[in-house]
């Protein structure tokens, strides 16, 4: 089984429409994170937390919100989606310092907003 | 604030050559320097991660050497093959322990 999970893996949604993207990870870690993928820009990070209290926004957190349901489920919500919101939406996790560093990525959601 | 940019954008080359992929970053106060591979409409897997305070690190035919002190890192790939055709891209991790990526080298390799 993947160590990082998404659902749904594709998504096609309308303007105004509220929707929710999930995330779940087995590795135990304690951080993770949310990027979208855009062609030509590379990954920017939306949100990140550090641990279930812990919150934070990344480079481009508008129209965006997150929710740390326990260590291991990470969601993204969309309030009210826009077309420029269409991208490939990544979760990631990490074990945090201390630990070999590596980021483990999940395989991506690709929303697209009509 | 750190960018991290990749050169070529996009390479086509022939199996079984020795290739380099090239990264650089502006900020040289980085925790660590990771390679990732991305298969079309894939996630992304993690190659090989340098720490700041080491000069390469080696996994297979792959070997990722860092130069801090010039803002660079670079991708090795020895005698490539068909099956490495995917984006690879860096990503820098920094002071604000978020990673700052790069927008990838497509890389082809055909028989």
């Known amino acids: 089984d993947a160590d990082v999970t998404q659902t749904p893996r594709n998504r096609i949604t309308k303007t105004g429409k509220r929707i929710m993207l999930e995330c779940s990870q087995t590795?135990?870690?304690?951080?993770m994170y949310w990027y979208r993928q855009d062609p030509g820009l590379g990954l920017r990070l939306i949100y990140y937390s550090f641990d279930v209290k812990d919150i934070n926004k990344g480079e481009i957190s508008d129209g965006y919100s997150v929710s740390r349901q326990a260590q291991a489920k990470f969601s993204l919500s969309l309030e009210s989606a826009i077309p420029n919101q269409t991208a490939l939406y990544f979760c990631a996790t990490n074990p945090g310092t201390g630990f070999p560093d590596t980021q483990y990525f999940g395989p991506g959601t690709r929303l697209t907003v009509l | 604030k750190q960018e991290v940019t990749q050169i070529p954008a996009a390479l086509s080359v022939p199996e079984g050559e020795n290739l380099v992929l090239n990264c650089s970053f502006t900020?040289?106060?980085?925790?660590?320097l990771q390679w990732f591979r991305q298969d079309p409409g894939k996630g992304l897997t993690s190659l090989l991660l340098i720490q700041s305070s080491q000069r390469e690190q080696t996994s297979g035919r792959l070997n990722a050497s860092l130069d801090k002190s010039s803002g660079r890192s670079t991708l090795y790939i020895a005698a490539s093959q068909p099956g490495d055709s995917a984006t690879y891209l860096c990503a820098a991790r920094g002071s604000t322990d978020k990673l700052i990526f790069g927008t990838g080298t497509r890389l082809q390799v055909f028989p």
């Open positions: 900020d040289s106060a980085i925790y660590n």
């Open positions: 590795k135990g870690h304690d951080r």
